[in-house]
């Protein structure tokens, strides 16, 4: 029973030690999350998120333009210059990433177009010297050249085509974006002007209803 007694004091002392040691740090509460998971919004942005993957793509992005449009109007007394100026600002920074965009697609394309030349003119060069070694006549001779130097044009002529292809998309994306960005100037023109519309009547009521 004594023996019992002395374990017991023994296991207090070291728990009472340890907690002295560190007094500011509980063991329960190591490593412990701020909030647990399960009273996150977690579950609900999840929720959220597979409803949105139920709605169109097109549809999801005519929503997500409504709601940037709405969040610039949200404060119907925000000074219409800044208004302006935050609209700007984002529009300008859809045009520099679609250059950016459209830069390193034309950088890609180009580089491909040279590997895709030289190798090509490697291959031909390496024909035309696997040819040399053979005993060939001059009818033989001259018909692969001919052939070779057929497909030389061949190559060009499509490397030609892939480039005018390139080109065509290239400019009917950048008409393409800059129709869209004209479009939406416009849209939040008309916002604007209704927006400073509302806010002169509003400002009116205000002066008209104080003593």
Request: glycine share 0%; aromatic share 10%.
């Amino acid at each position: 029973m004594k023996n019992t007694s002395k374990v017991g004091l023994i296991v207090t002392f070291f728990l009472l030690a340890t907690a002295c040691a560190n007094p500011t740090e509980k063991p329960s509460q190591v490593d412990k999350p701020l909030v647990e998971s399960q009273y996150r919004l977690q579950e609900d942005r999840k929720a959220f998120e597979e409803l949105r993957a139920q709605i169109p793509k097109d549809t999801q992005q005519e929503n997500d333009e409504v709601a940037f449009m709405d969040k610039l109007f949200e404060n119907p007394l925000k000074n219409p210059s800044d208004i302006r100026a935050q609209f700007s600002k984002a529009l300008s920074k859809r045009r520099e990433r679609f250059q950016k965009d459209m830069q390193k697609l034309r950088e890609l394309f180009v580089r491909k177009e040279r590997k895709d030349r030289e190798q090509t003119t490697k291959n031909f060069e390496k024909e035309r010297k696997e040819f040399k070694l053979r005993k060939s006549d001059r009818d033989q001779t001259k018909d692969f050249f001919a052939a070779l130097d057929q497909k030389r044009k061949d190559f060009y002529t499509d490397q030609k085509e892939k480039r005018d292809e390139f080109e065509a998309q290239m400019r009917d994306d950048r008409n393409n974006f800059e129709d869209y960005a004209r479009d939406k100037q416009n849209e939040f023109n008309a916002k604007l002007k209704d927006f400073t519309e509302k806010q002169k009547e509003l400002k009116k009521e205000k002066k008209s209803g104080s003593p």
